[in-house]
């Protein structure tokens, strides 16, 4: 599930630097180099920062930096395991085929790709049934079936869209 949410956080800034206004270009590319894509609390994925930057006049010093804590906007995705959520083909593999849920890489095993007995076609990047193909940037639904925060890497979420209701998104 995606949410909107402010949160508390910190960010260094050369201790030259002088803040005109705190949604400026360089505060923002700042907390975006620190916050975005990160994982938060072991369950909540930062997607994007929106901005909208409050000081909590708060300033660390250290060394040629000042750290400052503020409170801003971001885009959550929490991904809960049973949830059905739409999103795009982007590789087809021979295991398996990726499909991006916003900035991130969900997995769907080749067993779970489309219901019943599929053909794989890595030339043309095409997974085909008796009634339904999907190839990259097909929209499908899909149910999240596991999600896996390494400590190390990026964030393993797997995919089912072998369930009525399930695969392709037909327009």
Do not use: H, R
């Given at each position: 599930m995606f949410y909107l949410a402010s949160i508390l956080g910190s960010f260094p800034l050369?201790?030259?630097f002088e803040i005109k206004s705190w949604n400026d270009e360089n505060v923002i590319n700042s907390i975006k180099e620190k916050y975005h894509s990160r994982i938060l609390n072991e369950d909540m994925l930062v997607v994007m920062v929106l901005g909208n930057v409050i000081p909590t006049?708060?300033?660390?010093m250290d060394g040629k930096t000042?750290?400052?804590?503020?409170i801003f906007d971001v885009l959550l995705f929490i991904p809960k395991i049973r949830e059905i959520i739409p999103s795009s083909?982007?590789?087809i593999r021979e295991s398996d085929m990726v499909a991006r849920i916003g900035s991130f890489d969900a997995y769907v095993h080749k067993s779970q790709i489309l219901d019943g007995k599929s053909k794989i076609d890595f030339i043309n990047q095409t997974v085909t049934s008796s009634n339904k193909s999907i190839r990259v940037g097909t929209i499908i639904r899909g149910k999240i079936t596991s999600v896996s925060f390494p400590h190390t890497g990026p964030i393993k979420i797997g995919m089912t869209c072998a369930q009525p209701y399930l695969g392709v998104i037909d327009e």
């Open positions: 050369p201790k030259t006049n708060t300033t660390l000042k750290s400052y804590s503020v083909v982007s590789q």
